[in-house]
């Protein structure tokens, strides 16, 4: 019986400032190439208005492109985050770099879960390999406290 493959992307420096990735080993043959990358400078690369990146972004494929688009197990990432995350700030979610026929591309959340969140740790699942991070939704703020206050009162009136 085999067990699941671990991939850590860190530094020695820092133990905890660490990516862990976790493939099921019986998703792989000895046959697959499997090429990792590990964009650490975001600089607007994969920016897009809606969204902001919050993680490195962790570009995963095989060489098999059937592979990729459909994995057929889940991918275990356990991204670290830089700064401890806020809520007041946007929801997280977890999310894949899609590309399209037409060559367009964009972020997508289809077949990425966000499975747990920690003070400096958020855990994502994906079912198919490709480039992953976790992205802050910045047009969905939350209401600050003090306005729905105000708010409450006005409507109480």
């Known amino acids: 019986s085999q067990k699941n493959q671990t991939f850590p992307i860190g530094s020695d420096d820092i133990k905890n400032n660490l990516t862990i990735i976790l493939l099921d080993s019986q998703a792989l043959t000895q046959q697959n190439r499997l090429t990792f990358s590990v964009y650490n400078q975001r600089n607007g690369l994969f920016d897009e208005k809606q969204y902001r990146v919050l993680t490195r972004i962790i570009s995963l494929t095989i060489d098999k492109p059937e592979l990729t688009k459909n994995f057929g197990r889940f991918v275990k990432i356990n991204f670290y985050l830089e700064n401890n995350y806020e809520e007041k700030y946007g929801n997280l979610t977890c999310a894949y770099w899609h590309i399209f026929d037409n060559m367009t591309a964009q972020w997508s959340k289809d077949g990425c879960y966000l499975i747990n969140i920690t003070d400096q740790n958020i855990i994502c699942e994906c079912n198919h390999l490709t480039h992953f991070a ?24």
């Open 134 to 157: 976790v992205l802050m939704d910045i047009e969905q703020k939350s209401t600050p406290e003090s306005i729905e206050q105000v708010l409450s009162i006005i409507t109480l009136g």
